[in-house]
């Protein structure tokens, strides 16, 4: 059993407690439980539980102020002020405990997104480094054959040569650093897995009007769910699997378009998956993060996300209005 679980029976009993107190002289023990249920099972559909960060000890403490307070609600329960007060302090704790434990994982997350994106943009800048120290022996080499008349293994080195420089300039031409340390590294990983990236990029990412944080988020999690969905894609099928990414600017519209082979995602899942927490197509422990912040990225700029899942294709369409 996960700490959500356990943090929504527990939250659920100490709420039915409450009510029951509070209100058991007219409404009858099942309408306290149902009650209690009913807003539990809400909470538990709207609210991600993210109080880990908080460490047991905190957690511990809170926990044992709450039960204080049920068990003062049971010794008094005849005074129904006294009842409501002691529940406002307990929602008060709770709703603290929450904020706090979303601030605090929202830091540690932004601090690995940071980290991250340091090792991508060093590598980037690392192989762009070795490309540039070693084109000139590149350069002597197809020289050398030439002179040696043998054109068709220069341009048998050449064609190597380009397509190694090409991976590179795919990423980072016109980019910021960290969009280019994302998209090179997205590049590379779908190379090393068997998948074709495309980038089909009439102009740079990095005019989207999105800062630097929420350009990371918005990619990395764009290109990542795509390449996990290629990945599994390929353990059924025998054939190459592929990612295009295409971003242009239409009417004063960026359009940015991800399309990706995918295996069937089941409708109650597709329903709800850019609208809500807990919806993912992965296994495991993923706990369905990354397609809502996505949304809550585009939201959040006045753009707007749009999906279809089709033929065992997913494409996901961004707009997002060409206003800074």
């Known amino acids: 059993m ?11 009993a100490l709420l039915f407690l409450h009510l029951h107190a509070t209100i058991g002289e007219w409404v009858p023990f099942y309408g306290s439980l149902l009650v209690a249920g009913a807003l539990t099972f809400y909470f538990y559909r709207k609210i991600i539980v993210e109080i880990d960060s908080l460490g047991w000890k905190i957690n511990s403490v809170l926990a044992v ?12 329960s005849h005074e129904i002020w006294l009842s409501m007060v002691i529940m406002g302090v307990f929602i008060a704790i709770e709703y603290a405990r929450l904020g706090i ?7 540690k997350r932004n601090l690995a997104q940071h980290e991250e994106q340091r090792e991508h943009i060093n590598e980037t800048f690392r192989i762009v480094r070795s490309e540039r120290h070693d084109f000139l022996k590149h350069v002597s080499a197809v020289h050398f054959m030439l002179e040696g008349g043998k054109p068709e293994e220069a341009k048998r080195y050449l064609d190597d040569l380009v397509e190694n420089y090409e991976e590179t300039n795919h990423s980072i031409k016109g980019e910021r650093g960290v969009v280019a340390g994302v998209l090179h590294q997205m590049y590379r990983r779908g190379k090393a897995s068997g998948i074709s ?5 009439d102009l740079p990412l990095s005019t989207l009007p999105i800062g630097d944080q929420k350009m990371v988020g918005l990619l990395g999690n764009l ?13 059924e099928h025998t054939g190459q699997a592929l990612v295009t990414l295409q971003f242009y600017k239409r009417s004063g519209l960026y359009m940015l378009i991800c399309k990706n082979n995918s295996l069937p995602i089941p409708a109650e899942v597709l329903d709800e998956l ?18 809502k912040m996505m949304l809550d990225i585009v939201k ?25």
Do not use: M
């Open 65 to 76: 102020v709450q039960v204080l307070l049920v068990l003062v609600t049971l010794s008094w």
């Open 274 to 291: 850019f609208h809500s927490y807990g919806h993912t197509t992965k296994g495991g422990k993923h706990e369905g993060l990354g397609t």
């Open 300 to 324: 959040e700029h006045q753009g707007f996300l749009d999906f279809v899942h089709k033929d065992e294709e997913f494409t996901l369409k961004i707009k997002v209005p060409a206003i800074r």
């Open 101 to 107: 434990g979303r601030q605090l994982t929202k830091l």
């Open 223 to 235: 290109l990542g769910n795509a390449l996990e969905a290629c990945e599994e894609w390929q353990q």
């Open 197 to 201: 990236v495309v980038y089909d990029l």
């Open 2 to 12: 996960n700490t959500s679980s356990i943090y929504w029976r527990a939250l659920g």
